[in-house]
């Protein structure tokens, strides 16, 4: 009994922290898309911005209140994969954390 309560608290772990790294990787991406598409201002890049706004993807991604919003944003990004829709991966919607 002892061993399934360890266990099943180190799943919760291991899941939370995948879903951080994932929330990590999310952010940094969306920095890459904004410096390449919408670098109106002709801002140079700066790598401390990208982890700053990487920081604020695991934020969102742990917080449980973004929750829903962040599984609907998946399960697009999961959509958009199987089918293979790529001209919608150059989208702003497909690549925005929010």
């Known amino acids: 009994m002892q061993f399934y309560k360890l266990a099943t608290k180190t799943n919760l772990y291991l899941i939370g922290s995948c ?3 994932l929330g990590f990787h999310r ?4 920095y890459d898309y904004d410096h390449k ?3 109106v201002l002709k801002k140079n890049y700066v790598y401390t911005d990208q982890i700053f706004l990487g920081l604020f993807g695991t934020f969102v991604y ?3 209140c973004f929750l829903p ?8 990004r999961l959509e958009v994969n ?4 790529e001209d919608e991966k150059s989208m702003d919607n497909y690549n925005k954390l929010l």
């Open 62 to 64: 742990i917080n449980p």
């Open 69 to 76: 919003l962040m599984l609907h944003k998946e399960m697009y």
């Open 37 to 39: 598409y919408h670098n």
């Open 27 to 30: 952010g940094m991406k969306q």
């Open 82 to 85: 199987l089918r293979g829709l």
């Open 19 to 21: 879903w951080g790294t």
